[in-house]
């Protein structure tokens, strides 16, 4: 049963996953990354950029929730709505879950990439592009950030680590984050995927922590397990006004059932308030390790 | 840097693990079970039994503390504790942390294992062989059970999984549960890991759910994540008058610091009720999946 | 670079080749067996039959050189050409050089498997089937041989190791062998490719040595290297009067400037020679491993 | 039995190999190169360097018999022979069973690894060190061979491959060779390990072949098959005035007679020859592909 086709990821140089391969759907080359859409065997259809895995049928649903309504359930009424990157189109899926929302932004800089998600992953999108609400800007977040005279309630920031000369290495600093902050309403609330909250390599959550610290006066960590990344994962979420721990348990149980608990998978209010329990470990780091990320000082992801 | 020595973990037969070996500290077989002890780059001083990672130096306080700070904080007065395997005497360790132990007897079969962890492993037993409330018995923990006159307000299952033949195949059935749960006090908890919680294979877990429900009259599953195991991670409470989930905050508050919360790396009190908030898909699988596993209708592990 | 895509092939239970995956050309099963057909970075396309390596552009033409040419050159006229197995085409594609054949008949097993060759793979028989003096017949080998009234001069054997329950484990006995004799003409030779010429495994080249020694007067061994194979690789030559080692090098150099060196990209006179001189650790396990194979004394191949 | 500790060797970027290790016998560094020590299971006790194997217990005769003997027989009377490298002993072992040899001179310039090669792999040079004949220096065997006033009547050239800043990148020099020429008698031989004779990346070898023609009259490759390093491996050989391709067949017979040829598990005067029949592929390559290496025109190993 060893015999045949595996696919490699490089966690770290010293830690290694192999994935049995059923299928390899898509294997190929856009602008700006490598891109492989597989089917194997422990996750189901999965993608891949760069070789690190992005997301996997098995759990992307909890990725996406976690992502998305931690922060759509603290701001009390999301009518526009900005996603940063979030190229298979799952995140914006997740926003227009809410009907709340009137506008919901998707700026993603790989045309090619969102294109190969629609034609074989339709599965993740599941018709958020065709919605009306839904608008696709294929350009580079942050000139859209600083171009845009529209202010939202709710920005997403669904983006790879930013690795050496890649596309996000500009969207993760203190002058891009002062920028973001001018384009949320006044309860505007920011949410980031935050990378791996693993104890050996908190650098990179514990960047965006200090940096968005001297934005915004609200910021919180938040974390789950994703089975299909072998790890557990943080997100950081940042409010102008609006502390998402402190959000009342009952008024997120009133909105869920309006909309139909059952379009939840894995988010649900009790869970709201778990993934704010991080491991003492993870605070620590927050308050230990990484450093302000500037335009020039930028985070660069190592493995 | 690929080239080199790597240990392979089979997962399962489709995902495999390989980490970078910076030692062989100890390799060798003892009556019932394969022993590797290695140092390993992402993790450090690592126990892998029949090539299945058991804990790390990097994060074994994460198991061992969800594991048994749950029930030891639920249960009012715990005196005399029972621990079932447990070789690294790590879980003994924790039980140790509570100063209204009088007694804490640990039962493991594999006397060999034992020493080779105080020899190789010091870290993990950090002189709980030597605390003048230990006993430790080298025999089969359900003959232990069975003949034992003692009644215990807290018993801990610390056990490997039940593979083909393996030692504790015994050890989790219908039959001896409820043996054990005779030997618990009024009040008595009993705590047990239940392997992965992952959404691929949650039958052991769900299983074990099946089993203690026929014989407690509350059943709880709670989770962590272990990132040396590159898996959330499930534990099962059950109780004959107290439920862990309903404690008192403020008394589990008040009792970790006079123990002194610093002893604490993982635990704290938000956590305790935190890690209750179980996935959906781990909530569905506990209702949905599994067997009452029998003595004669035993569940063995299979990847 | 590590990252990606690879195939996994278990040369032994303590040996893997890992090559890097370019291309899956195609992959799927047959009635008898699994067919993988990958560009592979090392070595370009090539062809896996149940996860063991078969043939591969980059030297595909040494072993069919090897093991064609060898006897064909040894045979003073061959006429009648007899291949069993050879599903690719390019056993074949070398017997139809010689211009003194008249009939090349392949009979192979499994037609899926040889449709499948001739459209991935056509650069193997590289026009062969198409050749008026071939004829192809789908069907199992030994009953072909059985049903025959033909006599052959030279009948090459290119299967696949007998594995367990596999289509060739009754082409190896010497029941089969003693019916091949008499299909073969007077000066007749049998050529089979015979497996692996490492020290480790050694056991099916000297148990075809054992079983044809019963049957015919001169049997000899020669061996070449298969770089993809990453082994040494034997074969085995039989002559009912013809010693293929004493024959005379200015007849094979005469012959092969008839037909045109250059169509020969590995076989040259003094090779063929060469190949005889096989190291002394294989001369000894001939004469002290492997057994006579038989109807009910099968040899079955085991990793 | 996948689980467990491997040795992975980086062949190619696209080829890796995976031994399973029963036992770490040394793993360290010396000042010049990563050691490995290793009993594997497919090859037994085996020496790599910076993890590259080097050599096996398996099959470290073949190698080092043909390395040693072909051009000890080609000379007629070989009494001052050098050693460049060779650490293992076992090239020296080989000298030493010439009783014409009166002298052994061996030239490593790592004490450490020759020091570790005589505690852990005692079988490689069985007593050599010991002989009488031998003598040891630890030193750049370029300064050695410039230095030195003596003439020798066989060189052998036993190196690693030059890999970046590695100790033995002027050791193939065309300015090094014309120096190693005069340390030669007039009828002087000189033969080095030339690395893989595979088709992907004969460069090294064709390298080597430039470059000593252009010092040497009479230059020669010939191959066999190393099993532990699964891959047909080089050998290059020059001379004054003796061609070691036409020597006596019968000569050869009467010295290895004289020896004894029980002493001689690989070479065999049939092969001597027969390793002479090269594959086309590389002879092509030996005309079509390399450089005249030069001191400031080096030779760099890369995979």
């Known amino acids: 049963m060893l015999g045949g086709v595996w696919f490699v990821e490089k966690h770290?140089?010293?830690?290694l996953f192999y994935y049995k391969v059923k299928k390899i759907i898509y294997s190929g080359k856009t602008k700006y990354q490598k891109v492989d859409i597989l089917d194997i065997e422990p996750f189901g259809k999965t993608l891949f950029l760069d070789d690190k895995i992005?997301?996997?049928?098995?759990?992307?649903y909890i990725y996406h929730e976690a992502l998305v309504h931690v922060a759509m359930f603290?701001?009390?009424n999301p009518k526009k709505v900005l996603i940063m990157g979030g190229g298979e189109g799952a995140t914006l899926r997740e926003v227009l879950k809410h009907s709340s929302v009137k506008e919901a932004v998707m700026v993603d800089i790989d045309e090619e990439l969102v294109n190969l998600c629609?034609?074989?992953?339709?599965?993740w999108n599941n018709g958020a592009f065709e919605d009306s609400r839904s608008r696709i800007y294929y350009t580079d977040a942050r000139r859209?950030?600083?171009e845009t005279n529209n202010v939202y309630d709710v920005i997403i920031s669904d983006l790879t680590e930013p690795i050496e000369s890649g596309p996000s290495v500009k969207l993760f600093t203190k002058e891009f984050y002062s920028v973001l902050y001018n384009k949320l309403s006044n309860d505007g609330i920011f949410v980031a995927q935050a990378g791996s909250a693993d104890p050996l390599y908190p650098n990179f959550v514990a960047s965006l922590y200090k940096t968005l610290k001297t934005i915004f006066p609200i910021v919180k960590v938040y974390w789950t397990f994703m089975f299909s990344f072998q790890l557990p994962w943080s997100f950081i979420i940042a409010g102008k006004t609006i502390d998402p721990e402190n959000v009342k348990l009952t008024s997120i149980f009133e909105r869920i059932n309006q909309i139909n608990r059952e379009n939840f998978k894995f988010y649900y209010p009790n869970m709201h308030f778990a993934m704010f329990s991080i491991p003492n470990y993870?605070?620590?780091?927050?308050?230990e390790k990484g450093i302000v990320i500037k335009d020039d000082v930028p985070f660069i992801w190592r493995a």
Chains 1, 2, 3, 4 share one sequence.
């Open 74 to 76: 603290s701001h009390p």
């Open 12 to 15: 770290t140089h010293s830690l």
């Open 54 to 60: 992005q997301s996997a049928q098995i759990d992307e």
């Open 282 to 287: 993870l605070k620590s780091a927050l308050e």
């Open 144 to 146: 859209f950030v600083e």
């Open 118 to 123: 629609k034609e074989y992953m339709p599965e």
